[in-house]
Each structure stands twice: as C-alpha cells, then as structure tokens.
C-alpha cells in the first residue's frame, strides 16, 4: 500500500541506520522528473556519522544522497535497511552535489 506524505512532513526528520545509530537528518530529496518519484533523501549527517562515513567538513556538515531503496520505514523517523558499516561500503552513497 502507498501512503503519500508532503516534503514538509520530511524535512528534519531524523534518519536512523539499522542497529539504531543516528545518520542525521532530512534537508532535501531528489526527484527523478520523468517519473516524479524521489530517488534520494538529503542527509545532513550528524558529526560522528560525517567522521564515520569520510564526510567530515572543516566548517559545517554534509550532506549526503541516500537511495531511497535503502529506507525500511517512515514514522517519527526515517529507518535504513543498513547498518552504518554497511552504509560505509554502498557505492551509491555520495555527498549531494548540490550543498
């Protein structure tokens, strides 16, 4: 069953990795506009996930494009299918171009 939820009910939510670690938070998706579906959330990662993952900025955070095929469940937070180890070796997690 699809549920359709507005970006704004996105927006700052909290994006937790499988085993419960703090990824960071929803700033952005991507859209692919041929089929208007989002492909990508925006992860402005949280410190230790931004030292964690090789992301670390001198001033300011991340962020991160993360599939969407990698999200388990929506709720209070985003939940990834993904353990952060794991996470670190998914070739399709890369720093947004667009921060």
Not at 3 to 15: P, Q, R
Not at 22 to 32: A, M, P, T
Request: overall charge negative; some cysteine.
């Amino acid at each position: 069953m699809t549920s359709l939820v507005s970006f704004k009910e996105l927006s700052d939510k909290y994006v937790i990795c499988a085993g419960g670690f703090d990824l960071g938070q929803i700033n952005g998706v991507e859209i692919d506009t041929a089929t208007w579906q989002v492909t990508h959330l925006h992860v402005k990662l949280s410190k230790s996930a931004s030292e964690d993952l090789g992301f670390k900025k001198r001033i300011g955070s991340s962020t991160v494009c993360v599939p969407t095929s990698l999200v388990s469940k929506v709720g209070d937070n985003i939940l990834l299918n993904k353990t952060l180890e794991e996470l670190t070796l998914h070739p399709e997690i890369s720093e947004c171009k667009y921060y």
